[in-house]
């Protein structure tokens, strides 16, 4: 079923640029939140990734966030600028380079994942229960295709 013809798709209506815009807002929410820690909405998802154990490479950072490898490079140099991040061979396979955070990068990771929710429920206060419920069954259903 097409849901959307010509019409639909001036500045206000296209629900391509409502998403769009949606997630700029709460990517600028976001970043004046962060900004005490001194890391960005662009910074804070490879953060809290590694700070949970879930990764320890930037292919799976890059993977997990589904943003290109060369993106998450810059993110990964960003964070080891500011002594958030270090860098080390693996011990089995030289080629593979670990990520781990620092003592800081921890502290920095776990303020983070106190502002990121509260973020988020700000710009979601304006549903109830059942709408934030559908809202997110309507988002997922739109990602499964």
């Avoid at 990771?109 to 700000?122: D, F, H, Q, S, T």
């Avoid at 934030?132 to 997922?140: E, Y």
């Amino acid at each position: 079923m097409n849901h959307l013809g010509e019409e639909r798709m001036l500045p206000g209506l296209s629900i391509g640029l409502a998403l769009g815009k949606a997630r700029s807002v709460y990517k600028a929410d976001l970043d004046i939140a962060l900004a005490e820690l001194g890391v960005t909405a662009s910074q804070v998802g490879a953060l809290l990734l590694l700070s949970h154990g879930n990764t320890h490479s930037s292919v799976e950072v890059s993977r997990l966030l589904d943003v290109d490898s060369g993106f998450v490079a810059r993110v990964i140099e960003r964070l080891e600028s500011k002594r958030l991040v270090r860098r080390a061979r693996d011990s089995e396979d030289r080629r593979v380079v670990n990520l781990a955070l620092t003592g800081t990068g921890r502290e920095v990771a776990e303020r983070a994942a106190e502002i990121v929710p509260a973020v988020l429920n700000r710009r979601l206060s304006a549903f109830d229960g059942p709408e934030f419920v559908t809202f997110c069954r309507l988002l997922g259903k739109l990602l499964d295709q």
